[in-house]
């Protein structure tokens, strides 16, 4: 039964564009009404029918300690008594830059803001400023957030111009996004012998989440960085998702490269709204009051999201979660493997770390290309089957399917047998 849902999603679309704050929450690719969820605690979640779903959204990333953890919940608190914001130094911020530092030795300086969206955006200017040149390269299927630089579709081929992907983006800013081809070095070289001294900078995520999960090879990244650093190009990380995800230190840290900017989100903010950008100091000192480069922010180091922020990071870097969320995903995907291959399915899963995808497609996934091949109508269906039997995955087959470190091994051996009986379900219809 979800008919409290149901009327919510009616009433809210009666204020709401959508019915929704962001577009993926609306169910469209998958079918059916999108739950109005009420309650979290640990690795569940309650819908406001009284329905509990072992949760693997996560808040799409966020919580990597689970919904409410009591640590958290006690710092968030503590805080709010005290003050909520004052648009004024606080030490909190010294804190949270300090901590940061340490964990990603890449950032020698860190701007506190209020969103992943905000962060990516505002590194792009930096770069842009630091280096004089307009052009940026991004990569096709990786996601910087919603500013109007990165809503730029790919031309049809790498050597075309993008077009911009979204109604209100201006062909202006199209102009200067050019769009390389994701673990494919050779487009980059092309972008780039074709643009010279033009690109001041290239983004990337460097294990892609918002594709479905695609990690990077390390030829690409290594390229990257090598490229960047004969064409004086400012390499930018995007590690809003995998950033204290994939590792303490985040993809940088697994790969063993060291980006000029790295861009943070989602963990950092221990569920609040909280972004990050930082790295070289030459670069970051471009940044006002003490450099050109304009940016700024009313909330940005909000007190409560730096308690919730640090509350976090702490409990990471002194439980180290890291081992026992990497035995826990590998148990969920072995699982998940023996099962599809009983139902004789044709499907790819990637994953590093708690970060998961299982893409109905063949495979191989190296790319947006090969990701968009997946039968996204079948993951509709697995989507519903596997919500029906208490399982609250991501709505899209392009996104991450999270652990957290409050996931037991209970809570998995039931995923696992509900991926069984939903793959039995949907089974005739591939
Ligand atoms: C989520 C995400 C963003 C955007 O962050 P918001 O907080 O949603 O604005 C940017 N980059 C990556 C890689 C992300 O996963």
């Not at 992943?116 to 955006?121: C, F, K, L, S």
Request: charged letters at 20%; one cysteine or more.
């Amino acid at each position: 039964m979800t008919n409290r849902s149901q009327s919510l999603f009616e009433r809210a679309k009666r204020s709401i564009p959508g019915g929704v704050n962001s577009p993926v929450r609306a169910f469209r690719s998958v079918g059916g009404d999108p739950l109005f969820l009420t309650r979290g605690e640990g690795a569940h979640v309650w819908d406001v029918d009284g329905n509990m779903y072992i949760d693997y959204v996560g808040s799409w990333g966020p919580l990597i300690l689970g919904h409410s953890h009591p640590k958290v919940v006690e710092a968030i608190e503590k805080q709010a008594r005290i003050a909520t914001s004052f648009g004024a130094p606080t030490e909190l911020e010294i804190e949270m830059a300090e901590l940061v530092r340490e964990l990603m030795p890449s950032i020698e300086m860190l701007r506190l803001v209020s969103s992943g969206t905000e962060a990516t955006m505002s590194a792009v200017r930096l770069a842009r400023g630091f280096t004089g040149r307009e052009k940026i390269v991004k990569f096709e299927g990786c996601y910087h957030g919603h500013a109007d630089s990165f809503l730029i579709k790919a031309g049809s081929g790498a050597l075309t111009l993008g077009s911009p992907d979204s109604p209100g983006v201006t062909r202006g800013t199209a102009q200067d996004t050019l769009n390389g081809r994701y673990n494919d070095l050779a487009s980059v070289e092309m972008l780039v012998a074709l643009n010279p001294a033009a690109i001041a900078a290239i983004i990337v995520e460097p294990i892609a989440g918002n594709m479905g999960v695609v990690p990077a090879s390390e030829h690409f990244l290594k390229g990257l960085r090598a490229l960047c650093d004969r064409e004086n190009i400012v390499l930018i990380f995007d590690e809003v998702m995998t950033g204290f995800r994939v590792a303490l230190g985040g993809a940088q840290s697994i790969y063993g490269i060291r980006p000029d900017l790295t861009t943070l989100g989602k963990i950092i903010g221990g569920g609040l709204p909280v972004g990050a950008f930082g790295g070289r100091r030459d670069i970051m000192q471009m940044l006002s009051p003490s450099g050109p480069v304009y940016q700024a922010g009313t909330l940005s180091g909000n007190p409560l999201a730096m308690a919730a922020g640090l509350a976090t990071l702490r409990i990471l870097q002194q439980e180290n979660p890291y081992p026992e969320l990497e035995r826990k995903s590998a148990m969920l995907s072995s699982g998940f493997a023996a099962n599809l291959q009983a139902a004789g399915i044709n499907a790819t899963q990637t994953r590093v770390g708690s970060m998961s995808c299982l893409f109905f497609t063949g495979g191989p996934v190296m790319n947006f290309d090969q990701a968009f091949k997946s039968d996204t109508a079948a993951y509709g269906r697995y989507f519903r089957a596997m919500l029906g039997r208490g399982i609250y995955l991501a709505p899209s087959q392009f996104e991450a399917m999270f652990i957290s470190a409050a996931h037991s091994d209970a809570d998995l051996e039931r995923t696992i047998e509900a991926n069984r009986s939903a793959i039995a379900e949907i089974m005739d219809s591939l």
